[in-house]
């Protein structure tokens, strides 16, 4: 879409910008892999920032988590794609990412303002809108077992060949996760997981790891009885 026309960012203020500046660079550097001696083992390439709730001055808590996988998915395109312009904003903000779903018309004009959640569909038209990247939405079905048998192999194959960050997100698990990479060995898969839902003073990497807003999750521990939807940008031909 943006091909098309220009797109208008909107007043990013130059406070948020102060803020974002401040932001956490990959955010998983050293963080030791779940199994030492994998079968095969698939991380994103390449720079992104770390958003969170409340990282640039809006407290979003309880309801922001999806916007912020975006924009840390949105960071990555920033810096890995020389289509970008670079004087444009890192991410765009919750209200540029509201507007956007508006003008589109995925969403009515009530939603400007509001704390309605948003999911990986509204990612994939986000990410177009912003950026021109289309989108792949993987939707499986069968929860944590699902994930094992189908979408692991489908994981592998995005971080091989598109190597940008992954948002997933479900009914009964709705909490947005953002995908780094994926370890796979010969008694099932970890997810590298970048959680969105931090709140407080900015944290150094290694403490952020300590504390589990990035880690590596074993797949089988995901809720058994809950959908999936994967949101996997293709962002191969950005790099061409």
């Given at each position: 879409?943006?091909?098309?026309?220009?797109?208008?960012?909107?007043?990013?203020?130059?406070?948020?910008?102060?803020?974002?500046?401040?932001?956490?660079?990959?955010?998983?550097?050293?963080?030791?892999?779940?199994?030492?001696?994998?079968?095969?083992?698939?991380?994103?390439?390449?720079?992104?920032?770390?958003?969170?709730?409340?990282?640039?001055?809006?407290?979003?808590?309880?309801?922001g988590c999806g916007y912020r996988t975006i924009q840390t998915m949105a960071s990555w395109i920033y810096f890995n794609s020389p289509?970008?312009?670079?004087?444009?904003?890192?991410?765009?903000?919750?209200?540029?990412?509201?507007?956007?779903?508006?003008?589109?018309?995925?969403?009515?004009?009530?939603?400007?303002?509001?704390?309605?959640?948003?999911?990986?569909?509204?990612?994939?038209?986000?990410?177009?809108?912003?950026?021109?990247?289309?989108?792949?939405?993987?939707?499986?079905?069968?929860?944590?077992?699902?994930?094992?048998?189908?979408?692991?192999?489908?994981?592998?194959?995005?971080?091989?060949?598109?190597?940008?960050?992954?948002?997933?997100?479900?009914?009964?698990?709705?909490?947005?996760?953002?995908?780094?990479?994926?370890?796979?060995?010969?008694?099932?898969?970890?997810?590298?997981?970048?959680?969105?839902?931090?709140?407080?003073?900015?944290?150094?990497?290694?403490?952020?790891?300590?504390?589990?807003?990035?880690?590596?999750?074993?797949?089988?521990?995901?809720?058994?009885?809950?959908?999936?939807?994967?949101?996997?940008?293709?962002?191969?031909?950005?790099?061409?």
């Amino acid at each position: 879409m943006a091909s098309d026309r220009e797109i208008d960012w909107g007043d990013t203020g130059n406070e948020r910008n102060k803020k974002i500046e401040t932001l956490l660079k990959n955010v998983h550097a050293g963080l030791p892999d779940p199994l030492t001696d994998p079968v095969k083992r698939s991380l994103l390439r390449g720079d992104y920032l770390y958003f969170h709730y409340g990282c640039d001055g809006q407290d979003d808590r309880g309801w922001g988590c999806g916007y912020r996988t975006i924009q840390t998915m949105a960071s990555w395109i920033y810096f890995n794609s020389p289509l970008v312009k670079k004087q444009e904003t890192v991410a765009p903000s919750l209200p540029q990412i509201q507007k956007a779903l508006v003008t589109m018309g995925d969403k009515p004009g009530s939603f400007l303002g509001s704390k309605d959640w948003i999911g990986t569909f509204e990612a994939s038209l986000v990410l177009d809108f912003f950026y021109d990247v289309p989108c792949k939405v993987v939707h499986v079905r069968g929860g944590g077992a699902e994930l094992e048998q189908v979408a692991v192999e489908e994981l592998h194959q995005h971080f091989e060949k598109h190597c940008s960050p992954v948002m997933m997100g479900g009914d009964r698990d709705n909490s947005s996760k953002g995908i780094l990479g994926v370890c796979t060995g010969d008694r099932g898969s970890y997810l590298l997981v970048v959680d969105p839902h931090y709140y407080g003073r900015q944290l150094e990497e290694t403490e952020l790891q300590r504390r589990g807003w990035v880690s590596w999750k074993r797949v089988s521990s995901l809720d058994q009885s809950s959908f999936y939807n994967l949101c996997l940008p293709q962002t191969a031909t950005q790099r061409n």
